[in-house]
């Protein structure tokens, strides 16, 4: 029997269907980058920039982000460059980073618009590194391209991993969860020969405690199906462009739209969520998922709505119907078997991230912050 698709993969090949597919030498409508996140002050306060919030803004949706990370002056902007058009993104050869924060640039293509992410390098000892990059990648990227230099080294690794432990700062209280994302571990101006299975099998590797306990974080956070294995030789070599197109369409098709719940995400809505994450760093150190999924599909989805609504007076249609009719609506008690205590024919509710089913007593157990109405 044919082997199943991937979740991921799936989705993206549905999202595509209606049009033909997309290459390395596809013409797409490019920009050039604009500053996304950047540092002021003293203290480095993170301040989000007007200019990559109107870009992103304009997006009518499905936006797909995907996010360079990874070690400083490792080539992240060259390859973020190659993937949206030569010179979206600054670069030089100096020891400095280049890329401070994150910036951003936008291909507006269809059936989903692609939102590409420089962000500042982890490592880089003459610069310094931020959590909230991190953070920020975590929640917004269906893609997360992690470039190292040269080689898949242990220091690699330990970075990746350092990363991952960065995300402890996105706190999941009950409900919500962090959409898949795909991890593509890429050594770029690669100098070695690697097989594909190269990530398995270091990942598979024994060692001690530390370097285990490395690889297990990893393997954890990324499902096998859900991390590649690429090399990049320099650009003057010959295999150059046969390894940069296998890696831009492995790039392309894991690049699904973001989501919130259920609810594909308009580049307005990019722009809600990522206030809030700066607004929840700066007061409270940490990013709460429910509170993050209230704000961004309350303030930026539902009251929007129902004021457009209420403002074309279609609430008026409610007054020609009698009692008898509106009873013969679906509207009352919903039940279902529960996930969590296993109870059958339950009054209760249906988790829309995880699309469980959860009775009204366990709710109030794990989750009684969140159980209201969302206007109130």
């Avoid at 979206?88 to 951003?104: K, L, M």
């Avoid at 129902?306 to 009873?327: H, N, T």
Wanted: charged share 25%.
């Amino acid at each position: 029997a044919p082997a199943q698709k991937a979740p991921h993969i799936a989705a993206a090949r549905v999202l595509e269907a209606a049009v033909p597919p997309f290459s390395a030498a596809t013409p797409m409508l490019t920009c050039t980058s604009v500053p996304l996140l950047k540092f002021e002050g003293a203290k480095e306060r993170p301040v989000l920039s007007e200019e990559g919030l109107a870009a992103i803004g304009a997006l009518p949706g499905p936006v797909c982000p995907v996010a360079f990370v990874g070690d400083g002056r490792s080539g992240k902007s060259f390859l973020a460059s190659k993937l949206v058009g030569e010179g979206a993104f600054p670069q030089d050869d100096s020891d400095v980073a280049v890329t401070e924060g994150i910036d951003v640039a936008v291909m507006q293509s269809h059936p989903g618009h692609i939102l590409v992410l420089d962000c500042e390098g982890g490592n880089n000892a003459m610069s310094k590194s931020h959590s909230i990059v991190t953070v920020v990648g975590a929640l917004m990227a269906t893609a997360l391209v992690f470039v190292t230099d040269g080689k898949a080294s242990e220091s690699a690794m330990q970075a990746l991993a350092s990363m991952l432990e960065e995300r402890s700062l996105i706190k999941c209280d009950g409900t919500g969860s962090i959409h898949a994302q795909s991890l593509f571990f890429v050594v770029n101006q690669n100098r070695l020969r690697y097989a594909e299975d190269t990530l398995e099998k270091i990942l598979a590797a024994e060692h001690d405690e530390d370097r285990a306990e490395i690889r297990q974080l990893i393997s954890k956070t990324y499902s096998e199906d859900r991390r590649q294995f690429h090399t990049i030789p320099a650009d003057t070599k010959p295999e150059f462009e046969a390894r940069w197109e296998s890696l831009h369409n492995s790039i392309r098709e894991a690049a699904t739209p973001l989501k919130m719940g259920k609810l594909w995400m308009t580049g307005q809505q990019v722009v809600h969520m990522l206030k809030q994450i700066e607004n929840l760093l700066s007061k409270h150190g940490k990013v709460s998922l429910p509170s993050l999924h209230r704000h961004v599909i309350l303030d930026g989805w539902l009251k929007p709505t129902v004021s457009q609504v209420i403002g074309s007076r279609m609430d008026k249609l409610l007054e020609g119907f009698s009692e008898s009719e509106l009873a013969t609506q679906r509207v009352g008690e919903c039940t279902g078997n529960c996930n969590e205590c296993k109870k059958e024919a339950q009054v209760g509710w249906l988790d829309p991230d995880i699309e469980e089913f959860f009775c009204e007593a366990c709710w109030l157990t794990f989750s009684p912050k969140v159980l209201k109405c969302g206007f109130c």
